[in-house]
C-alpha cells in the first residue's frame, strides 16, 4: 500500500497598493451622457492561493470622501446627506464569497459589496490576476481589472429630479470599475 501525497496550500497575502489603484464609476447624465468619477484611497488584501486561483480571497474598503467628478459642488453633494452620506457611511466595501473562472485570464468574483451601509451580493468581472512582477525598489506586484454593473437604488441611492423635457436627471444604473496593484506582504 503506497502513501498519496496530500497536496500542499501554498497561499500568499498582497495588500492593495493605493497610489497605484483607483475605483471608478459611470452614470447617465440626464439621459444623453455617462458622468464618470473616481475613488482613491482604496485599501485591501488578496489572499492568493498560489495553485488554485479559485480558492483566493479579496476584500477591500474604499474611503468615499475621495470622490472625484472633476466638478467640486457635485462632489460636494455626493458626499452630503442626499447621497453617500459620509457622515454616517464613510467607507464602502467588498468582500469575496465566491470565485469562479470564466475563460482564460477572466474569472467572476462574487460576494457582500457594502454602500451607505446596504449590503448586496454582487458579481465581478475580473481580468486577471496578472503574472507576478518585481518593480525596480524589490518589491513583487500583480494587478487586476474587475467591473461590476448595479443599481444605485438597491443600495438606497434614490436622489433624483425630474427634467423638463421628460426623463430624469441621473441614471439608476451605474458601471463600477477597479484598477488594482498589489503588492506582496
Request: aromatic content about 6%; overall charge negative.
Amino acid at each position: 500500500m503506497s502513501a498519496q501525497a496530500t497536496p500542499q496550500t501554498a497561499t500568499s497575502t498582497w495588500n492593495i497598493d493605493p497610489v497605484h489603484s483607483a475605483a471608478e464609476f459611470k452614470v447617465k447624465h440626464m439621459m444623453i451622457s455617462n458622468v464618470k468619477g473616481h475613488f482613491t484611497g482604496l485599501k485591501g488584501v488578496l489572499t492568493l492561493d498560489e495553485n488554485d486561483v479559485t480558492k483566493s480571497r479579496v476584500e477591500g474598503t474604499i474611503d468615499v470622501s475621495t470622490i472625484t467628478t472633476r466638478e467640486p459642488q457635485r462632489d460636494a453633494h455626493l458626499r452630503s446627506a442626499e447621497f453617500f452620506d459620509v457622515e454616517k457611511f464613510p467607507t464602502m466595501s467588498f468582500q469575496s464569497k465566491l470565485i469562479t473562472r470564466e475563460g482564460d485570464g477572466e474569472l467572476v468574483v462574487s460576494g457582500d459589496l457594502i454602500i451607505h451601509g446596504v449590503t448586496r451580493e454582487v458579481e465581478f468581472t475580473v481580468e486577471g490576476p496578472t503574472p507576478p512582477g518585481k518593480d525596480p525598489w524589490g518589491n513583487t506586484r500583480l494587478g487586476a481589472s474587475a467591473t461590476t454593473k448595479i443599481s444605485r437604488k438597491d443600495f438606497g441611492l434614490n436622489y433624483n429630479a425630474a427634467l423638463e423635457t421628460g426623463g430624469i436627471l441621473i441614471g439608476d444604473e451605474v458601471t463600477i470599475t477597479v484598477e488594482v496593484e498589489f503588492v506582496k506582504a
